[in-house]
């Protein structure tokens, strides 16, 4: 199969979140399954490096038509990986001074990039069995080719998935750029109409032949309005081609055997690297060097990661004799939390505002425990990098956490970490409680810690699901 990416960002170009992480590792993992697989995605002039551009090839230019305008497209290529990627290239909308997104022309940004991609597939004669859109930047692309595309000739035939990263972000306008900004007739505005609203993953959701979020639980959560946002009523209509499929992980960049980047490597049969970790964390933390149990969080700062709960006991866990490192930035009510509690609990904790890979690559491997409480996590990728080192997750059973992460306490005897159920502070720390008490018990801890560091969340299984889906879809026509 022919299967095209399309995502707003991707690793290791440019990245603000986990899609990033799904577009550079997911491809690659279909290439090794024997699929040709290509990515396509913003050239961001001023966040990719330059020693990066300069290894790109420049393709071709042509016009794109954007409400009333036509807008200048460049286009670039690269190959990395066995995987092929394409750069949509327009300075006015994807030359900005910082970041990826939030500017006040995003719908316009994207909605030029969705239908760009499909105007490249025409001039390359490129035509894929699959074309793959995430998130809301791309929700578009479906809408377009099934208004504009799908009948042409070279085009017809090229099946839509659609995927859900998070829900919270639906790229929602008024309905008035419907004609001037996204090209939608007047006539069919009732395709990405919601709730008074242009709403674009709802367009995506009503003209993609198959819609799938990035885990199992995350799937049936989203039907729910406590976990929707307010697409619960479309996406209920639609469970009929909705699916979930857990993350993978790109387990070569995060490999404690080989890891350059902390203190010293360890594996599951030598583990004497893990001690020098967390010595060096400590250190590096400003923390003296004890027996207890560290605890990292490693974070976006904001309510929905469950950081209300965390404000509510992080005294009790203190007193529970249990340092804590974070690292995170975001809301100002819980920066300044942390810092207080820093100034408060000098030798238990320490919190460095923003986020320094290097620093986290230190809290993931030196590190006992590391703790994920959200309220809604789609997929979540922490906790699986924390196994990676040996770290023991103590999660919220909520989306992909709940799919990734067996309790200890659960009879198979092959759990991972520790979970707690309910949107609770005082069950939060019941979890982080039990974690302390298996922690003493060194036994039991080395094996926890030991399976952890076995346990496979590499790509190869998602991959296959991917793929059986796009092949479903391919013998539509068969």
Same mark, same amino acid.
């Given at each position: 199969m022919k299967i095209l990416y399309a995502a707003s960002e991707a690793q290791p170009f440019a990245a603000s979140g986990g899609l990033a992480d799904v577009a550079g590792s997911l491809p690659r993992a279909l290439v090794e399954e024997g699929h040709e697989c290509m990515v396509v995605m913003p050239y961001y002039i001023?966040?990719?490096?330059?020693?990066?551009?300069?290894?790109?090839?420049?393709?071709?230019?042509?016009?794109? &038509?954007?409400?009333?305008?036509?807008? #200048?497209?460049? @286009?670039?290529?690269?190959?990395?990986? =066995?995987?092929?990627? #394409? !750069?949509?290239?327009?300075?006015?909308? !994807?030359?900005?001074? +910082?970041?990826? +997104?939030? +500017?006040?022309?995003?719908?316009?940004? #994207?909605?030029? !990039?969705?239908?760009?991609?499909?105007?490249?597939?025409?001039?390359?004669? @490129?035509?894929?069995?699959? @074309?793959?859109?995430?998130?809301?930047?791309?929700?578009?692309?479906?809408?377009? +080719?099934?208004?504009?595309?799908?009948?042409?000739? /070279?085009?017809?035939g090229i099946r839509n998935v659609f995927t859900i990263h998070n829900i919270g972000y639906q790229g929602q306008y008024g309905l008035e750029l419907g004609e001037e900004i996204f090209?939608? &007739?007047?006539?069919?505005?009732?395709?990405?109409?919601?709730?008074?609203?242009?709403?674009?993953?709802? =367009?995506?959701?009503?003209?993609?032949?198959k819609i799938t979020t990035v885990s199992p639980t995350y799937?049936?959560? @989203?039907?729910?309005?406590? !976990?929707?946002?307010?697409?619960?009523?479309?996406? /209920?209509?639609k469970q009929y081609k909705t699916c979930g499929f857990l993350n993978g992980l790109d387990t070569e960049m995060y490999n404690a055997a080989t890891d350059k980047t902390i203190a010293a490597n360890f594996t599951p049969s030598k583990m004497a690297g893990k001690k020098k970790c967390r010595e060096e964390l400590l250190k590096e933390a400003g923390l003296p060097q004890c027996d207890v149990p560290v605890m990292g969080i490693i974070s976006r700062l904001v309510e929905h990661k469950g950081f209300d709960l965390i404000k509510c006991v992080l005294d009790d866990i203190v007193q529970a004799g249990i340092k804590v490192v974070v690292l995170g930035s975001g809301e100002q009510q819980y920066e300044d939390f942390f810092a207080y509690m820093q100034g408060k609990y000098?030798?238990?904790?320490?919190?460095?505002?923003?986020?320094?890979?290097?620093?986290?690559?230190?809290?993931?491997?030196?590190?006992?425990?590391?703790?994920?409480?959200?309220?809604?996590?789609?997929?979540?990728?922490?906790?699986?990098?924390?196994?990676?080192?040996?770290?023991?997750?103590?999660?919220?059973?909520?989306?992909?956490l709940k799919d990734s992460i067996l309790d200890y306490g659960d009879?198979?005897?092959?759990?991972?970490?520790?979970?707690f159920q309910s949107y609770n502070a005082l069950d939060m720390l019941g979890a982080i409680n039990r974690a302390k008490d298996v922690f003493y018990d060194k036994k039991e801890w080395d094996k926890l810690v030991k399976r952890g560091l076995k346990a496979d969340f590499s790509w190869k299984q998602s991959a296959k699901l991917y793929i059986g889906l796009y092949e479903e879809l391919c013998s539509w026509d068969k």
């Open positions: 001023n966040t990719i490096k330059q020693e990066v551009r300069d290894t790109f090839e420049y393709v071709t230019n042509f016009y794109v &038509p954007v409400g009333w305008r036509s807008q #200048y497209c460049g @286009i670039f290529r690269t190959e990395l990986n =066995g995987v092929t990627y #394409y !750069f949509i290239d327009n300075e006015y909308y !994807f030359k900005r001074d +910082y970041g990826l +997104y939030g +500017y006040y022309d995003d719908a316009e940004r #994207y909605a030029f !990039f969705s239908r760009a991609i499909l105007e490249m597939l025409e001039h390359l004669d @490129i035509k894929p069995d699959i @074309i793959n859109s995430n998130d809301w930047q791309t929700a578009l692309v479906p809408v377009y +080719y099934n208004i504009y595309y799908k009948y042409h000739h /070279n085009m017809w090209s939608i &007739p007047r006539h069919l505005t009732s395709i990405i109409e919601y709730d008074g609203d242009a709403n674009l993953m709802k =367009g995506a959701l009503e003209m993609a032949d799937a049936t959560e @989203i039907l729910n309005p406590w !976990f929707s946002h307010g697409l619960d009523r479309c996406l /209920n209509s000098p030798e238990a904790v320490s919190f460095k505002c923003g986020y320094i890979p290097s620093y986290a690559k230190k809290i993931y491997a030196g590190a006992d425990m590391f703790l994920m409480p959200s309220k809604s996590e789609p997929c979540g990728l922490a906790q699986m990098i924390a196994l990676r080192y040996g770290t023991v997750p103590i999660v919220r059973a909520t989306g992909g009879e198979s005897g092959e759990g991972l970490g520790f979970t």
